[in-house]
């Protein structure tokens, strides 16, 4: 499995899937900790491997004025004393070629948001960090497509990649899921699902992207059940008011009892 690349990553025998978790964004080292803090204690319990996520900046916004962080080396310095502090690994997005080199310094893994997964200089200036490289699957791409972005990271020779399914289009204000594309990209590189932004109501007429988080639990469920290798959640302990993409995400105070039924199901499906 490709955590054997990310350091800090605490393994297991339980054969459970690995969880990348945290915040949309760091808004602050005070939230950034209580909500590390609440989910190193959770994937300690039930025997997760984790990996702490946080934005340290926001450049995808649907309006000027949305939240885009709380400063680039201020937000990176949190998530690496989280790290420290936890011993945990982190995971954060990057939006250009210089994030690439500066993010390195501080976080495990660099992410590649799912718009700009095709961004050739990007994907290649993320791999040739040697990190661990995130690509988000594009909303509006095949799963068999990504086949072509894994290779752009191993053409580095970096081996440390893994594909994140985060939902597909459908229509202007929709996401849907298809577990076909799992087993589909797991022949590519370990996959993630991520659940919350599958969840996403994107094109709202506003310009804040809506969600359905009542529906996390059941798309969670799904893709354990398919066999997913790693699931990818977004909470805070108040998405009413968090800084970027509340309404997709999953509450704090909600998240033991969900991993609790995730492990139950893993442990089932291994059995066969």
């Not at 988000?136 to 081996?159: I, W, Y």
Request: hydrophobic residues 40%.
């Amino acid at each position: 499995m490709i955590l054997t690349h990310i350091p800090q990553i605490k393994h297991t025998e339980s054969g459970n899937f690995f969880l990348l978790a945290g915040p949309c964004a760091i808004e602050g080292e005070e939230m950034a900790f209580r909500i590390a803090e609440k989910l190193v204690e959770i994937t300690d319990k039930l025997e997760i491997p984790f990996v702490f996520k946080g934005s340290f900046k926001k450049a995808n916004r649907s309006r000027i004025d949305s939240f885009s962080g709380i400063g680039d080396e201020k937000a990176l310095k949190i998530l690496r004393k989280i790290s420290e502090t936890f011993h945990v690994p982190t995971v954060t997005d990057i939006h250009t070629n210089e994030d690439a080199q500066i993010a390195a310094e501080y976080v495990d893994v660099l992410q590649i948001p799912a718009f700009l997964v095709r961004q050739t200089d990007l994907v290649v200036a993320a791999a040739n960090t040697g990190k661990t490289v995130n690509l988000k699957k594009g909303q509006f791409m095949s799963p068999e497509s990504m086949k072509h972005a894994v290779q752009k990271v191993l053409d580095c020779h970096n081996e440390s990649v893994m594909v994140t399914d985060r939902g597909t289009m459908f229509g202007y204000q929709d996401m849907i899921v298809d577990y076909r594309g799992i087993p589909t990209m797991q022949q590519y590189a370990t996959t993630v699902l991520d659940v919350t932004h599958s969840l996403q109501q994107p094109n709202q007429t506003i310009g804040v992207t809506g969600g359905r988080p009542d529906m996390i639990e059941t798309v969670a469920k799904a893709g354990i059940a398919v066999g997913v290798d790693g699931i990818f959640i977004e909470t805070h302990f108040d998405p009413a008011n968090a800084k970027s993409d509340g309404a997709n995400m999953l509450h704090l105070d909600y998240f033991e009892d969900l991993m609790t039924k995730l492990v139950a199901i893993r442990k089932t499906i291994n059995q066969f």
